[in-house]
């Protein structure tokens, strides 16, 4: 299962967040792994974009995991987190009866 999570935080957590982000760092999510993870910065301040694939058999465990990972990052005023399933296209087309190419 995949997940695409999106955070943002003003200007002025920057360094607060990279402080929780550094620390959390040392406690890895159990049975999540970190596809990817991309910066952006700019308008209102820095925004995050991250894709999580949680490991299958162990979704309860992983969700929780995700969930309390983000527990730190709340005192950060202005901290938002959005986190979306999603699936890839192969996995999404079959849904709607297409087949997808082999």
Known sequence: MLFMVTTSYPLK????AGK???KALENPMS??????????Y???GITNYSVLELE?????EA??????YFIPFYDI???????LPVLKPEDALPLIGITPPA
Not at 31 to 39: A, E, K, L, S, T
Not at 63 to 68: D, E, F, G, N, V
Not at 77 to 83: C, D, L, N, Y
């Open 20 to 22: 929780v982000f550094v």
């Open 42 to 44: 700019g308008g209102d």
């Open 77 to 83: 005023e202005g901290f938002k987190v959005e986190i």
């Open 63 to 68: 969700t929780k995991a995700l969930l309390s």
């Open 31 to 40: 049975h999540v792994n970190r596809i990817g993870m991309w910066i952006s």
């Open 13 to 16: 957590g920057t360094f607060e």
């Open 56 to 60: 299958e058999g162990h979704e309860d």
